[in-house]
């Protein structure tokens, strides 16, 4: 009979090294089956990281969302870029209990308070690129990152255009502004210039004229208001420049006055005014989400699009551009999520 060979003390070591390398190795992340093993284009660039829901977008809308669906147990994670489109806004006003609080510091203390539950994680980065997958969804971020879910809420946001007003853009959310529930208490009864023009004008100044009578509406060209909506604005007082606006002169954002193409000067506190707007990213369209006529994302009550599995909140979603409203539609689409993942699983 054939003795058993010796095991070298160095054999021994080599073995030992090669058995702990194994035990030590990365367990595979949560959410693993047979079926989503095989390899795709997108994988073989990265590592995929699993998890139940992916979020892209952690401002109001995301964040809110993500402490609903960490309060559930979870697992989310949260991909950002870090440029909210109100991040020049000085101040968020009609919110009660953070009346007044800059939106940084308000995102922040949510940001904090959303990742003490451990189940939250977040991504700094830009999502570039999703798509559906048998268990879900599979998203790539631009510096290569790469991770799947079974669920996907598009928090994204909305870009705003702005016009061809030299100053313009510079003064957007702090002395050009959008909504008077928002800041229209601070410029109370001050000189207030609305760009716009048709019924889109006549309508701000109808809405404005409730904080401030001394209104001046900038059609930057020849008026197209009906002669009815023409003598409505004269009755009340408000006038109508249809000159060219040449550019808006102001002080680090903060408006002094309107200049005119034949160079006279209107001087103003604020300026209220609408502006286009187009999705934050394509992302809604590379899965097919269908479209409102003004450019958002359809989603129910539920705040489920029409694509089975994702999800859409705040303001790339809705008209009203408000935190309470980004907050509120968060909170409902976690819920949500979270009630169709307990549905699926039971």
């Given amino acids: 009979m054939k003795k058993p060979r010796r095991t070298t003390r160095r054999q021994f070591l080599q073995q030992s090294n090669v058995a702990f390398a194994v035990l030590s190795a990365p367990v595979v992340p949560l959410y693993r089956s047979e079926s989503n093993l095989m390899e795709s284009p997108m994988e073989s660039q990265a590592e995929v990281q699993n998890c139940e829901v992916v979020i892209i977008g952690g401002s109001y809308a995301g964040l809110s969302a993500a402490m609903s669906l960490g ?168 006038s109508v420049v249809e000159k060219d606006i040449a550019h808006i002169e102001h002080n680090r954002g903060y408006i002094r006055e309107i200049v005119l193409g034949d160079g006279s000067k209107t001087p103003v506190s604020a300026v209220f005014a609408r502006v286009r707007f187009k999705q934050h990213c394509d992302i809604p369209q590379q899965l097919g989400c269908g479209m409102s006529e003004m450019g958002h994302i359809k989603v129910n009550d539920f705040q489920k699009t029409d694509i089975p599995g994702v999800f859409a909140a705040g303001d790339s979603t809705t008209p009203f551009r408000a935190v309470s409203f980004a907050m509120a539609s968060g909170t409902k689409a976690g819920s949500f999520i979270n009630k169709e993942l307990i549905d699926e699983a039971f």
């Fill in 71 to 238: 309060r559930s147990l979870r697992q989310v994670l949260v991909v950002d870029s870090g440029k909210p489109c109100n991040r020049q806004t000085p101040h968020s006003h009609n919110l009660i209990t953070h009346d007044g609080a800059t939106p940084q510091e308000i995102a922040e203390k949510a940001k904090a308070q959303v990742l003490k539950y451990g189940t939250v994680r977040w991504q700094n980065g830009i999502a570039v690129q999703a798509k559906q997958i048998p268990t879900g969804f599979e998203i790539k971020t631009e510096s290569g990152g790469l991770f799947r879910a079974k669920k996907l809420l598009l928090a994204t946001g909305v870009t705003d255009i702005m016009p061809d007003i030299p100053g313009f853009a510079e003064c957007w959310g702090i002395s050009v502004l959008h909504c008077p529930y928002c800041h229209g208490y601070e410029v109370k009864q001050q000189n207030i210039g609305l760009i716009g023009n048709g019924e889109v004008g006549f309508e701000l100044c109808r809405l404005l004229y409730q904080w401030s009578k001394k209104l001046t509406l900038f059609t930057n060209g020849k008026s197209t208001l009906t002669a009815e909506q023409h003598e409505k604005l004269k009755a009340r007082q408000i």
